[in-house]
């Protein structure tokens, strides 16, 4: 018997299907053919502009990099104009403020007239996906600005044409229905809608819903009730690219940190201000009475420029419509590898249930011993093969549940333990980086629940080595409970002097005890090996030592693999590195190979 959920999901996936088909053909358009001369004008309809926005020039060179590669191989659309722009150096602007830069600088790159008759999405994040979710909604999409986020995917439908009609100073929301808890974590329309059309239409089968256009009285972020959550927004081009916005971002402030969806859509809506957002008037009074916070000096000023121009909000209402957050990589993992109705609406398929295979591993996987990988589990261009093995003792290789594994040939008798995150990166030599000056590979290993970015002391002022007593609730965790020095080889921490990778490494703060400050993103905790397969074998090694720890806190035995143990500390390390400084470099060695 077909549910209601089902049916949901059977409209979605025929949807996504047919964009999935409309975007290959778009893929065999030569640059300068026009729409008009394709068979099909509406199937072949692609964004004039692509922007892609970045944190800094490093990772938008990294950014650039993957987008001409993806043009070379074909993977993506050459007709269209493909940007990378980075937040300005030393700034924490937001999603909201680097969405005012993007408007600006496209406004000093093209005409007036060239921008009020483009359609530009943003994001990054399979690329490929995001550009193809939306190509239904091109052939009714007034010229604007369509804003997206990166780590949401956004699938939905509708009986009748979406709306299509321009409306200048108008921002139009995408929204689904959604939970009362979803709902209270993100951001809910309060819509004028006294005739409850939405939720008659709401009542109707899934393929006989239609996309509904309706005032919005409110935006409310993360509030205690609410039944719309926002995944996207439509601006229309006279409000954000040809006025308002390239004014308001020279007036922001560095640390701004303002949101695009929370700060941007805070003014008060449905007002019928004729104001000309040009006026020289509207510029003085901006810079007037407004809050020395950055971050509230920023929100004010978005909402006084966009109540006095008159800005309104629509939302458009999608019944027939999923919105997956996939923020994290718990969230990742859940959709890829248990979520029925997501992997049915993208048309995803595993061989194993549980088990999402993707690159050349996959024939590998099918006929590698079940038993052998807990689901759910995530490979990606890893080889679980005994051809690469480093022992032949007939040991199985062992994956735990919750894991991701990338870029990694695992070899016989390995274990990784449930909630890891693990991935190989070959890194070019740098000049730039001298913990491991001659390049080489590095294996990253944590869990997928660690929280990357938290910030904490390595070796407190009266520590200074792991002999030394100290309570572990101070230190920096791995595996969110393990204290890295406790895990580091005992070659890290006999180093000394200027060779030190904590002296080179780690972020230098002036507090009380002068403690050396780090993050698992910041800290120079990973080995870099000469070979791909000698910085796997690091790796391992690491994961051990987090197992010795985990089984003594819980007071068990330890049973470490004799396999592993035997190769603990066997592998030379040529230098040492981050994960944020990786990040920025391994691109580099990419375009060597």
Not at 172 to 185: D, K, M
Not at 217 to 234: A, D, E, N, Y
Not at 368 to 378: G, H, L, V
Not at 444 to 456: G, T
């Amino acid at each position: 018997m077909t549910t209601a959920s089902d049916e949901l999901s059977n409209v979605l996936r025929d949807v996504f299907i047919r964009n999935l088909e409309s975007y290959k053909r778009i893929l065999t358009i030569q640059p300068g053919v026009s729409h008009h001369e394709s068979s099909r004008e509406e199937e072949t309809l692609f964004w004039d502009i692509v922007v892609i926005t970045a944190g800094n020039s490093l990772q938008r060179e990294s950014y650039l990099q993957r987008v001409n590669d993806k043009i070379a191989k074909g993977q993506i659309p050459k007709q269209a104009r493909y940007h990378v722009i980075e937040d300005p150096p030393e700034s924490k602007i937001g999603s909201g403020g680097s969405t005012f830069r993007v408007m600006k600088v496209l406004q000093e790159q093209y005409s007036t007239e060239f921008l009020q008759n483009a359609n530009n999405p943003e994001g990054i994040q399979v690329l490929e996906l995001k550009l193809a979710l939306y190509l239904h909604l091109l052939p009714s999409m007034p010229p604007g600005v369509l804003l997206t986020s990166a780590d949401g995917i956004e699938l939905f439908y509708s009986k009748t044409p979406f709306p299509s009609e321009p409306k200048p100073f108008t921002i139009t929301a995408l929204a689904h229905p959604s939970s009362l808890e979803i709902g209270s974590q993100h951001g809910v329309y309060l819509l004028d809608d006294p005739n409850s059309f939405a939720l008659a239409d709401f009542e109707r089968p899934a393929k006989a819903r239609a996309s509904l256009l309706l005032s919005c009285r409110q935006f409310l972020h993360k509030p205690s009730i609410g039944q719309l959550r926002i995944p996207t927004f439509h601006i229309s081009s006279k409000t954000a690219v040809l006025s308002i916005a390239p004014q308001i971002y020279p007036e922001l402030r560095p640390q701004c940190d303002l949101e695009a969806w929370a700060d941007v859509l805070c003014f008060p809506k449905g007002r019928t201000s004729t104001s000309d957002p040009d006026s020289p008037e509207l510029k003085t009074t901006l810079k007037e009475d407004l809050p020395s916070d950055p971050h509230q000096h920023g929100r004010e000023l978005v909402r006084q420029a966009f109540d006095r121009a008159g800005v309104s909000v629509e939302v458009m209402v999608l019944n027939s419509s999923k919105f997956y957050h996939l923020g994290t990589m718990k969230e990742f993992l859940e959709a890829v590898c248990i979520d029925q109705a997501f992997m049915s609406e993208l048309n995803i398929v595993h061989t194993n249930p549980g088990l999402a295979c993707v690159g050349e591993n996959e024939e590998v996987a099918k006929a590698y011993p079940k038993s052998s990988i807990d689901t759910p589990c995530y490979l990606e261009h890893s080889a679980l093969q005994s051809s690469i093995a480093l022992h032949s003792d007939g040991v199985k290789t062992t994956i735990g549940p919750w894991t991701l594994i990338a870029d990694t040939d695992l070899p016989q008798g390995a274990i990784v333990p449930k909630n890891t995150c693990m991935f190989t990166l070959q890194i070019p030599p740098s000049t730039n980086h001298s913990t491991c000056s001659r390049g080489g590979f590095v294996t990253f290993s944590f869990s997928v629940l660690d929280d990357m970015k938290r910030s904490a002391a390595l070796f407190p002022a009266n520590c200074t080595s792991v002999a030394t007593p100290m309570r572990d609730s101070e230190t920096l965790c791995i595996f969110e409970r393990v204290p890295v020095y406790r895990i580091l080889p005992s070659a890290f921490n006999e180093r000394k002097g200027e060779e030190d990778p904590v002296q080179l490494g780690l972020d230098q703060h002036d507090n009380q005890a002068n403690e050396k400050i780090a993050s698992l993103w910041t800290g120079p905790f990973f080995e870099v090996a000469k070979s791909k397969r000698e910085s796997i074998q690091l790796a391992l090694d690491r994961l051990v030592r987090v197992q010795e720890c985990l089984t003594f806190q819980k007071g068990t035995v330890n049973s470490i693999s004799p396999t592993q143990s035997r190769h603990c500390s066997a592998t030379k390390i040529v230098g040492w590195i981050s994960l944020k400084d990786a990040a920025r470099i391994a691109d580099m060695g990419k375009e060597q190979d």
